[in-house]
C-alpha cells in the first residue's frame, strides 16, 4: 500500500521587527510510492508560495473543489507565536487535502 505523509513544522520569521519581516515553514515530504524517486524531500517556503499553489491547482481543477488556505494576519487578536502556530496547522491541513 502507497502511504505518502507530509509535515508542515519548523517555522521561522525572517527580518523580525522589519517591513518586510516574513514566515517560512519547513514541509517534510515522506512517501514509499513509486511514482517518486527520492522517498524523502525538504524543502522550505513562505505562504505566498502556498497561495501561488492554490491558484495554480484552481486553474487545473475543474469541478474539484480546491481547499482553502488560512486568512492573512488582517485582525487576529492574539500573539504572533499563536497566529504563527494556527498557520501552521492550516497550511497543514491544506496539504494534507
Same mark, same amino acid.
Given at each position: 500500500?502507497? +502511504?505518502?505523509t507530509?509535515?508542515?513544522?519548523? #517555522?521561522?520569521?525572517?527580518?523580525e521587527?522589519s517591513?518586510?519581516s516574513?514566515v517560512?515553514?519547513?514541509? %517534510?515530504l515522506h512517501?514509499?510510492?513509486?511514482a517518486?524517486t527520492a522517498?524523502?524531500?525538504?524543502v ?5 508560495? %502556498?497561495?501561488?499553489l492554490?491558484?495554480? &491547482?484552481?486553474?487545473n481543477?475543474g469541478?474539484? #473543489?480546491?481547499?482553502?488556505? #488560512?486568512?492573512?494576519?488582517? +485582525? %487576529?487578536?492574539g500573539?504572533?507565536?499563536? %497566529? ?6 492550516g497550511?497543514?491541513?491544506? &496539504?494534507?487535502?
Amino acid at each position: 500500500q502507497e +502511504l505518502t505523509t507530509v509535515r508542515v513544522q519548523d #517555522p521561522r520569521v525572517h527580518n523580525e521587527g522589519s517591513w518586510n519581516s516574513y514566515v517560512d515553514y519547513k514541509i %517534510f515530504l515522506h512517501t514509499n510510492s513509486r511514482a517518486f524517486t527520492a522517498k524523502t524531500s525538504c524543502v522550505r517556503r513562505r505562504y505566498r508560495e %502556498f497561495a501561488w499553489l492554490r491558484r495554480q &491547482l484552481q486553474k487545473n481543477a475543474g469541478l474539484v #473543489p480546491v481547499p482553502e488556505l #488560512p486568512g492573512k494576519s488582517g +485582525l %487576529f487578536v492574539g500573539s504572533t507565536d499563536e %497566529f504563527i502556530e494556527r498557520r501552521r496547522q492550516g497550511l497543514q491541513r491544506f &496539504l494534507e487535502r
